[in-house]
């Protein structure tokens, strides 16, 4: 049977994925506080056209639309979080992971300048 997903592996796993783990928890957190208090994505979330917001460039990476999203995105970070955390340790994960995320807001927000 084909499986999309690793379903095992026989490398031990010889460290605490604390970064990877406290994502995947900050992300439940705020999609439950999104869907708790829904007029907070707009100051939260990746507004196009409208000039440059830095704070977006960050909070944005935690925002997903629906709980099939969310869980989506969950599955695939523990997936590959777990594996990319192992090789380059809990800081450069972290650095990686939030500097790929607020680079590509930033692009996405300055091409975006001026469009309705």
């Known amino acids: 049977m084909f499986f999309i997903f690793p379903w095992k592996t026989d490398a031990p796993i010889y460290y605490l994925p604390i970064v990877t783990v ?4 900050i992300n439940t957190i705020v999609f439950i506080y999104i869907v708790a208090i829904p007029h907070v994505v707009r100051d939260l979330a990746l507004i196009h056209g409208n000039g ?54 930033a692009l996405v927000q300055i091409v975006m300048l001026g469009a309705p």
């Open 52 to 105: 440059l917001h830095p704070l977006q460039w960050l909070t944005s990476n935690f925002i997903h639309g629906r709980i099939f999203h969310l869980l989506g995105n969950m599955v695939f970070l523990w997936v590959f979080g777990l594996v990319v955390e192992g090789k380059l340790g809990w800081m450069r994960f972290l650095t990686v992971f939030l500097g790929i995320g607020i680079l590509q807001n």
């Open 22 to 25: 406290a994502m995947i928890v």
